[in-house]
């Protein structure tokens, strides 16, 4: 066995309405080349100007991961001539990141992981290209999108580790609403270092480039460690360079050897002055930061007593998240309110491919529909009738109870009649459930159809229980 050592370099577009030194507009487009600007196709004597809003956003994600932040917005130059890169260079960040030295709380297996963040930094994305036989094909709508690149330290060491990093930055982003990190559209693509040891050292490493999904990460990193492990245990050396996965042949192939380190060339971007930051804008900034997953989910199971895993359901989605909390401070136990959430509510919306903001659910109205079945005045089968009336005609559950004619039937002499009733017709049944067989079943189920639903379940069962006795 050998020890894996995984680090990640994480590319994430921000959601901003222009590019990051452009007037161009930030927006993803399936028609070619029509968000585009003459700073974005590097025309010569233009002039960069810095998106306010994606600073903002930028240092908003570093506080998020615990970063130290500098104390001037600082750019640099990173030189190298690529097709898609139409400047011949990439404004960056190297000299003074938006973040160095932070850090992100993982759970894999119920341990609590801390992996380490080197720096984010932020940048302006490249062209996207489209290669065939013999000629490739430019797209400049991305050219310019401002472009966040998280890198972890070497501090994660199995698949399993890395996909959890990559499901909680990408919660982190949606959380800040920083960006939408859609992988279906390259918002967030993924380069993947590897390197295993015999010992706690590092190995050689190796990097794999702009992985497009998590399950594709997954794959590249499986099938990396197998592929160093046979090299090793050949008794060869694991060269360092860069590969690439095909998720097809689900292995990864040689780009480019990485025996010498490429030059770029940095300096300081000479065309946007460094700018002071202040405190009072860096606590501004910190107050907008809402609580995440990782702390989300501690909270729903230490406080409120939630399974891990009701908790983990709960907080993949912030407006789920915020719509339970809202649900319990209106004097919901939280366990009642977890179970309608995570089943009856995200099953409708599952179906539907809808938000929670998309219905007609109001908290209150939850609230109502959990408490009418606590105090037994419907089932529960006959909630989640009241519910779907709810959603698509945004009616108080109290009112469609009574409209629909669904309030449940308590009184045990109204009960009582219809059991005995049934008692008196099936004998033979009676018999049969004294022998052992399970024909009380049954009997329940022909009083809450001929009471439409309606008999209390608990007292229904009781009363059928007392009759047979008796019998």
């Known amino acids: 066995m050998y020890n894996v050592t995984i680090g990640l370099e994480v590319h994430c577009e921000i959601n901003t309405n222009s590019k990051n030194f452009s007037w161009a507009k930030n927006s993803y487009s399936e028609y070619p080349n029509e968000n585009i600007d003459t700073v974005d196709l590097g025309f010569p004597g233009v002039l960069p100007v810095l998106n306010k809003e994606a600073f903002r956003k930028s240092l908003m994600m570093a506080l998020a991961l615990n970063c130290k932040t500098p104390d001037v917005v600082m750019f640099d130059r990173k030189n190298y001539y690529y097709p898609d890169l139409p400047k011949g260079y990439q404004i960056t960040q190297m000299t003074k990141p938006v973040g160095i030295d932070g850090y992100v709380m993982i759970n894999v297996d119920g341990k609590d992981i801390k992996v380490g963040i080197h720096d984010i930094h932020l940048e302006e994305d490249t062209a996207s290209m489209e290669h065939f036989s013999d000629y490739s094909l430019l797209d ?12 972890t330290t070497p501090s994660l060491h199995s698949a399993d580790e890395a996909i959890t990093f990559l499901e909680t930055l990408k919660g982190i982003f949606l959380y800040t609403g920083v960006s939408e990190a859609r992988t279906d559209r390259g918002e967030m693509r993924v380069d993947v270092n590897i390197s295993l040891s015999k010992d706690d050292t590092l190995g050689t490493r190796t990097e794999m480039k702009n992985i497009n999904s998590f399950n594709n990460v997954r794959l590249a990193i499986e099938s990396e460690i197998k592929r160093q492990t046979e090299i090793l245990d050949s008794g060869k050396i694991v060269e360092q360079e860069t590969r690439r996965f095909d998720e097809k042949q689900l292995k990864t192939y040689l780009m480019r050897s990485k025996a010498d380190a490429i030059d770029y060339k940095y300096y300081i971007e000479p065309n946007i002055p460094p700018i002071k930051i202040s405190d ?17 989910v501690n909270k729903y199971m230490n406080e409120l007593g939630l399974s891990r895993y009701d908790a983990e ?17 209106m004097g919901v136990d939280a366990k009642s309110a977890s179970n309608w959430i ?16 998309d219905i007609c659910l109001k908290e209150e109205y939850l609230v109502e529909l959990i408490k009418l079945v606590q105090d037994g005045k419907i089932s529960s089968k006959q909630s989640k009738q009241i519910f779907e009336h709810v959603v698509t005609e945004n009616k108080r559950p109290k009112d469609l109870v009574k409209s629909l004619g669904m309030t449940q039937i308590t009184d045990e002499n109204v009960i009582r009649p219809i059991v005995i009733k049934l008692l008196d017709d099936y004998p033979n049944l009676i018999e049969d459930h004294k022998k052992g ?18 008999a209390n379940p608990s007292i229904t069962a009781n009363i059928i229980k007392e009759e047979i006795e008796k019998r």
């Open 313 to 329: 359901i709960l907080v993949h989605d912030k407006q789920i998240s915020d719509y339970f909390e809202r649900v319990i401070s």
């Open 140 to 151: 400049y709508n991305r050219a310019g999108v401002p472009l966040l690149e998280t890198v």
């Open 280 to 296: 009072e804008y860096i606590n501004s900034i910190k107050k907008e930061i809402p609580m995440l997953q990782f702390d989300r």
């Open 342 to 357: 995570t089943t009856t509510v995200m099953g409708y919306l599952n179906k539907e491919n809808k938000k929670i903001s």
């Open 437 to 454: 067989k399970n024909t009380f079943d049954f009997f329940v189920g022909q009083v809450m159809k001929q009471t439409r639903g309606q």
